[in-house]
């Protein structure tokens, strides 16, 4: 069985402590879009690792940690991840025997980096708060075929004649736009070619790694980065990330059809959390500003990338039903209830209003989006218990019991693992989607 693991929500939900937990039982772990935008956290023996862009197996011994072809891949940043991870002694072999990247990436290079901070800053209205990583940038020159490609960094003359193309239009807009200076592509140039030096031994065809993976039968294991509502498709757009961060995305992202046995698991929050703008239809920053402030205190909620403060809210079933179906979940893994413990009382959202109607579907336009209010069930809250002395969901105070009972009969969607707490430790797996049924 394979198995593919996504945010369900606005990111952060919790992706890589699961990816952590399930690497144990597969033996590739894949990222297939995105790129360091992310920032996926795991707490192994009390000690944190973040992680923007080797995928969250690495600190397993043996496996394969593969970055596909979706991926937007900044050698930088990626050389400085594999060092810090060397330093706190996580390879058990050569880093390039546990990771490889895609050919087909295509590269972050400074010019996406300075072009996304240009453009935030720029934006007197609609500014997306991005993570100023030059995600965007690259995925525009990607779709507009003046992209650089991983294996590019190894073609001399190619590279000449593909940097000078894609250069040329910047230049202008740089010059002309924002009154910045241009660049040059000599030292970029050489740049690059050292850059691709360097990242030789990492470089592989990925997807045929993993297309040799299925017929073998190795279990795989997709690491989504993100969430739903940040997919470029079906997203609150235009307040998205650049790649479609939804399940689909592992299939284009790593180069598979279709047809292999997989399970989708969605993470989730007990609550929610947005970083940037955008739409958050159940976003209590204003209306219950102690409960958020409360909430971003116990449970931590700053950027693992940006360090910026997250926007808090109550969980909302309307969008996770909507993500339920455009992943085509099978499982929920449900993090961070434990940040509830003690509270009064927990509201579900399960329908918005909107001009006057009722509503059970996310809106489409985002201006509706802005404007739909939440409708509640609220629920009693459930007592800080000793956890210690639960063995199993089942152990779990009656009214927690009946919070995650009612998230998965709204949904029709069974919670596979619950999560309390960063650690690997902190975990209580329902069923494992990697068995066979
Ligand atoms: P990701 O981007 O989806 O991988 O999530 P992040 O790593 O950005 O944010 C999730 C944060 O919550 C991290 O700091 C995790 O260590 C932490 N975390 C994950 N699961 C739990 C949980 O069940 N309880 C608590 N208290 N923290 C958790
Ligand atoms: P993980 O994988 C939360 C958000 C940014 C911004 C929007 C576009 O850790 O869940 P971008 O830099 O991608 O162009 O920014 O997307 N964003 C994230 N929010 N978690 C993430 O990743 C995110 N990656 C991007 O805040 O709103
Ligand atoms: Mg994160």
Excluded at 155 to 174: C, D
Excluded at 222 to 248: I, K
Excluded at 310 to 321: E, N, P, T
Aim: aromatic letters at 8%.
């Amino acid at each position: 069985m394979n198995v593919v693991i996504v945010g369900a929500q606005w990111g952060d939900e919790g992706k890589g402590k699961v990816v952590d937990l399930y690497s144990a039982q597969a033996e590739y772990i894949v990222r297939y879009q995105g790129g360091n935008n992310a920032g996926h956290t795991l707490v192994v023996n009390g000690r944190k690792t973040v992680l923007h862009l080797i995928p969250s197996g690495i600190l397993h011994p043996g496996k394969i940690c593969l970055i596909a072809n979706g991926v937007v891949f900044d050698p930088a940043v990626f050389f400085e991840e594999v060092e810090s991870l060397r330093a706190s002694n996580a390879f058990s072999a050569e880093p390039h025997e546990a990771v490889r990247v895609s050919e087909r990436a295509h590269v972050i290079l400074p010019y996406h980096r300075l072009l996304d901070k240009l453009r935030e800053e720029r934006a007197a209205k609609g500014k997306i708060g991005t993570t100023v990583r030059g995600i965007g940038p690259a995925y525009e020159d990607k779709v507009a075929r003046r992209g650089i490609q991983v294996v590019d960094l190894l073609r001399p003359e190619l590279l000449r004649a593909k940097l000078a193309k894609a250069i040329e239009e910047k230049n202008v807009l740089l010059k002309h736009h924002f009154g910045a200076p241009e660049i040059e592509i000599a030292p970029l140039y050489e740049e690059c070619l050292a850059l691709g030096e360097r990242l030789k031994p990492y470089i592989a065809d990925v997807r045929s790694l993993l297309a040799q993976a299925l017929e073998q039968e190795r279990p795989i294991l997709f690491e989504g980065a993100q969430g739903t509502l940040l997919d470029v498709d079906h997203g609150t757009y235009p307040y998205v990330t650049s790649s479609n961060t939804v399940s689909g995305g592992a299939l284009t992202g790593s180069g598979l059809g279709p047809g292999f046995p997989v399970r989708v698991i969605g993470i989730t929050k007990a609550y929610t959390t947005r970083v940037g703008t955008g739409p958050f239809p159940t976003e209590i920053e204003h209306t219950e500003a102690e409960t958020a402030r409360e909430i971003r205190r116990i449970g931590s909620e700053f950027g693992a990338t940006t360090g910026r403060p997250r926007r808090v809210g109550w969980l909302d079933l309307v969008a996770l039903k909507y993500a339920v179906e455009v992943n085509g979940i099978t499982g929920l893994a449900l993090m961070k209830a434990d940040i509830l413990d003690g509270f009064d009382h927990v509201k579900l959202c399960t329908s918005y209003r909107l001009g006057g109607n009722t509503v059970y579907d996310l809106p489409s336009c985002v201006e509706d989006l802005e404007r739909v209010e939440p409708a509640y069930e609220v629920l009693p809250g459930w007592p800080k218990y000793d956890r210690s002395k639960v063995q199993g969901i089942e152990d779990l105070p009656s009214e927690l019991k009946d919070y995650i009972r009612t998230i998965e009969e709204f949904l029709k969607v069974p919670v596979v693992l619950m999560s309390t707490g960063p650690g690997r430790e902190e975990t209580w797996i329902v069923s494992d989607p990697f068995q066979k049924i």
